[in-house]
């Protein structure tokens, strides 16, 4: 039965933007793109294989995490599943909460897991954008006026951070949206920038060893001069960076 519902689940995500991939449309996330959120939605690419592992080991600390977040602020948490998606009412946008604070007003809670590494992110009051982008995509979709970020980081710290409802930047996520969608349903794909996500997309769809022969229009051969001009660049900078380090080196 949960095989089902996830895949009932699944299918109906990809008639919408997800809140965690609103993020990635507004180019705010730096693991993933426009482009490749557009290519999943046309069912061109599958999820990224590699993010597996990550995805279900915050599964499976989520319900540990909220737990402790429960006891910590002595508040009740409304689980609706991992497979109740909710609907904006005019926008292709949606959400499935990972729990709901059970108080008046209501609140969304977005529980996440990061390493250490990352733990420059949540210095401070501050949280990372694309989780802030998250909660406020939740927000639009809920109706709520608050929503709250409980992460773990390096499985040893829990940092909580409050998220006020942001109208403002809610209506640009509605319109970056439905803009996106709009690329989606004719099949417009993003323009192409030069995050790893984009890349990673665009050398599974077109790989080089395909043989096929190809019209490059006068637009794709400024690129390419472009990037002949970058590489050059590229080239020079690290010819003077290694004759900086020689000086440096000589002087020690």
Known sequence: ????????????????????????????????????????????????????????????????????????????????????????????????????????????????????????????D???????????????????ERGVLACLLGGQRLVVRQVERDDALIAEIGEAVCDFWRLVETGTPPDPDGSQATRRVLKALHPRDSGATIDLGDEIAVAVAEWEAAKADEKAAKGRKETAESILFAAV
């Open 126 to 144: 501050v949280a990372p954008l694309r989780y802030v982008v998250q909660v406020q995509a939740q927000l639009a979709v809920t109706g709520y």
């Open 1 to 124: 039965m949960v095989a089902i519902e996830r895949d009932r689940w699944l299918a109906e995500r990809r008639t919408i933007v997800g809140a965690s991939e609103v993020a990635a449309i507004l180019g705010v996330n730096a693991y993933s793109s426009a482009y490749e959120v557009w290519a999943r939605k046309r069912g061109l690419i599958d999820d990224d294989a590699s993010m597996r592992e990550a995805v279900e080991w915050g599964n499976r600390l989520e319900p540990v995490i909220a737990a402790a977040y429960a006891e910590r602020t002595s508040r009740t948490l409304i689980d609706h599943g991992r497979h109740h998606l909710l609907r904006h009412p005019a926008w292709p946008l949606g959400c499935t909460l990972d729990r709901e604070i059970d108080c008046r007003p209501p609140e969304v809670l977005e529980v996440k897991t990061t390493g250490q590494h990352h733990g420059e992110e949540w210095e401070g």
